[in-house]
């Protein structure tokens, strides 16, 4: 059965760095045609994706929040982890952490086959 | 980034009707679309990858097609569990931008 579960604090200061933890089970991080994306959703808003890191390690950034988005992984641990400095009340939302998938033609369609609950985020001083 | 607009951005239909929801890229994508729906205060759920092949566990009342920069979702017979908003996602580059959303009701 896979899962994944996104953790971190509920409430951010402005300035300060989020730090957002996705634990999965029921899948490896090394599977080669998977890996683990971050998508935010504000309130009342579409959807926003953020970043993704491959099973190599390869890892994706959307431009605008580039300057301010890291995504790593502990294998060890199961979990992938996501760092968004400079954190302001804009950035509030809820952020979802969700497995990538690559298959149909030539195994290179990706989609987020399995999601977490998602967390919400909320940046306020 | 590629741009998805996504039309209706809301309609409302009763049981059993046929629904079409429409993505059009800002370019080409050829087959990288995906669409989900998500209900209120739940996370999103895939229905359809690869512009036309049905999820797992999804029923086949749900239809995808289309190719480059015009897509379409087709619900044949609308359930009334089929509430909620859909989007369109495209997987042909980064960053994968989703659609603003289409939100269905059920008269």
């Known amino acids: 059965q896979v899962t994944l579960n996104e953790s971190g604090p509920v409430l951010v200061r402005p300035t300060e760095t989020l730090t957002l933890t996705c634990t999965v089970s029921g899948f490896s991080l090394h599977h080669a045609r998977m890996g683990v994306s971050w998508i935010r959703q504000p309130p009342g808003k579409p959807l926003e994706w953020l970043a993704h890191?491959?099973?190599?390690?390869?890892?994706s950034y959307r431009p605008s929040l580039k300057s301010r988005l890291t995504i790593s992984r502990d294998t060890s641990k199961s979990q992938v982890v996501l760092t968004m400095t400079n954190m302001g009340p804009v950035d509030t939302a809820t952020y979802y952490c969700?497995?990538?998938?690559?298959?149909?033609?030539?195994?290179?369609?990706?989609?987020?086959?399995?999601w977490g609950q998602g967390t919400l985020v909320t940046v306020s001083s | 980034d590629i741009q998805l607009t996504q039309s209706p951005s809301s309609l409302s239909a009763s049981v059993g009707d046929r629904v079409t929801i429409t993505c059009r890229a800002s370019q080409g994508i050829s087959t990288y679309l995906n669409w989900y729906l998500q209900k209120v205060g739940k996370a999103p759920k895939l229905l359809i990858y690869a512009s036309s092949s049905v999820q797992s566990g999804v029923p086949l009342r749900f239809s995808g097609s289309g190719s480059g920069t015009h897509f379409t979702l087709i619900i044949s017979s609308l359930q009334a569990e089929d509430f909620g908003t859909y989007y369109c996602?495209?997987?042909?580059?980064?960053?994968?931008?989703f659609g603003q959303g289409t939100k269905l009701e059920i008269k």
């Open positions: 890191i491959s099973s190599n390690e390869e890892k």
């Open positions: 969700a497995r990538r998938i690559s298959k149909g033609p030539n195994g290179d369609h990706d989609s987020n086959d399995f």
């Open positions: 996602q495209q997987t042909s580059t980064t960053p994968h931008t």
